[in-house]
């Protein structure tokens, strides 16, 4: 059982920035996949970028050179940093975790319950 909880969403004018964190917290000592999600109004959630306990990470090509997510495997939290920010990133912004490597494959099982970022002048 995991619970996860996000920080750090606001408003924010275009070309600034804003970092995300989502800490994890239940029975679960080690989480193997952690990342993070968004929805827009009307479209599909999608993912923003996802780390494995190793460190490597994938982005959407959309955030790429503008996002970096890390994460702390000690304390199981997980930021994402977001910089150059533009209007097309509002959204909700979900963090997402995964325990078990032997059944990954890519998606997220837990999920917190969602931070607003807004971009706009």
């Known amino acids: 059982q995991v619970q996860l909880v996000e920080s750090g969403g606001g408003l924010v004018q275009p070309g600034g920035s804003l970092r995300l964190s989502c800490a994890a917290s239940?029975?679960?000592?080690?989480?193997?996949?952690m990342g993070w999600y968004r929805q827009a109004p009307g479209k599909q959630r999608e993912l923003v970028a996802a780390?494995?306990?190793?460190?490597?990470?994938k982005y959407a090509d959309s955030v790429k050179g503008r996002f970096t997510i890390s994460r702390d495997n000690a304390k199981n939290t997980v930021s994402l940093q977001m910089i150059s920010l533009k209007p097309e990133d509002t959204a909700v912004y979900y963090c997402?975790?995964?325990?078990?490597?032997?059944?990954?494959?890519?998606?997220?099982?837990?999920w917190g319950k969602g931070t607003l970022v807004t971009v706009s002048s």
């Open positions: 239940g029975t679960i000592f080690t989480i193997y996949a």
């Open positions: 997402g975790a995964h325990p078990t490597y032997s059944d990954y494959q890519g998606g997220m099982d837990y």
């Open positions: 780390i494995i306990r190793g460190g490597l990470a």
